[in-house]
């Protein structure tokens, strides 16, 4: 079973920037893909950041250019940089690790990020 844990979390105005961190722990074997999802009040959990295995990434069209999904396997930890933050970046963020498509981990509780303009 895997365990996830997202930080960073906060209140930020627009313009500002923020790094979210998940720290992976447990099974962690045929994880080949680290991904951040996301989910705003009233709406559906989307795809923010993918990267897998190679380092290749891909990104929702609505954070290119703003956001960097990156991985320290000695830490076990997947981040999230998010630069240039808007209003509508505001959600909950939850990582999750896949093999392929499936996810290995339960979704947890998440990191609030909250945006002001």
């Known amino acids: 079973q895997v365990q996830l844990v997202e930080s960073g979390g906060d209140l930020v105005q627009a313009g500002g920037s923020l790094r979210l961190s998940c720290l992976v722990s447990?099974?962690?074997?045929?994880?080949?893909?680290m991904a951040w999802f996301r989910q705003a009040p009233g709406k559906q959990r989307e795809l923010v950041a993918r990267i897998n295995i190679g380092d290749s990434t891909n990104y929702a069209d609505s954070v290119k250019g703003r956001f960097t999904i990156s991985r320290d396997n000695a830490k076990n930890t997947v981040y999230l940089q998010m630069n240039s933050l808007k209003p509508e970046d505001t959600a909950v963020y939850y990582c999750?690790?896949?093999?392929?498509?499936?996810?290995?981990?339960?979704w947890g509780q998440g990191t609030q990020v909250t945006v002001s303009s």
């Open positions: 447990g099974s962690i074997r045929g994880i080949n893909a």
């Open positions: 999750n690790v896949f093999s392929g498509w499936i996810p290995l981990g339960s």
